[in-house]
C-alpha cells in the first residue's frame, strides 16, 4: 500500500468500511509504533499509547484534507499524543518506595496501612512529607503504584509511590 491508497482508505472509514480500516491500520502501525518510541513518555506502555493513538487517527477520519501526505497528517497526531501523555506525566508524580529514607518510608507505611485518622503529629509530618514530594521536579517510572494523601481538612496531596 502506498499513501495514496492509505489516505483513499482513510476517506472510507468515516463509511464504516472495516476493510480500508484493518489496511490502514496494518500500513500506520509501524509509523505510528516508531513515532512512539522516539517520544514515549515514562510511564505509559508502548502499546498502550500506540492504541491511544490510532483511535485518535481513525477517529479524525473526516479531518484529514489529503494536502499533505498522510504519514505527516499522522505523524503530528502521533506526536502531539505523546508530548500530551508526557505533560499528563508531569502533573501527577510518581517515587519509588527504596528512594525514601527510613522516615519517610515509615510514614508511607503507616499512611498506607492504617484506615485510621492521623493524630496531629503525624499528619504534621505527612503534610510536610507530601509538600517536599509533590513540589519535586523528578518523577520516576514504575508499574503499579499506591496512592496515598495526607488527610488533613485543610490541605490535600496525593502522592504515589510503588511498594516493592
Known sequence: MDSAEAAACLQRIPRGDEEAARALFHFLYPLVARLVRSHLP???????????????????????????????????IVINTCLNQIRAEKVRKELRMSDLGEAEAEIVEKLSSSTEALDASDAASARAFADAYSSSSSATPFDSMRSWDTGCENHRSTVRFIKE
Do not use: N, Y
Open 42 to 76: 515514562q510511564r505509559t506502555s508502548e502499546e498502550d499509547l500506540c492504541q491511544i493513538a490510532m483511535v485518535k487517527i481513525f477517529s479524525s477520519a473526516t479531518q484529514f484534507s489529503g494536502k499533505v501526505p498522510i504519514e505527516h497528517w499522522v505523524s503530528r
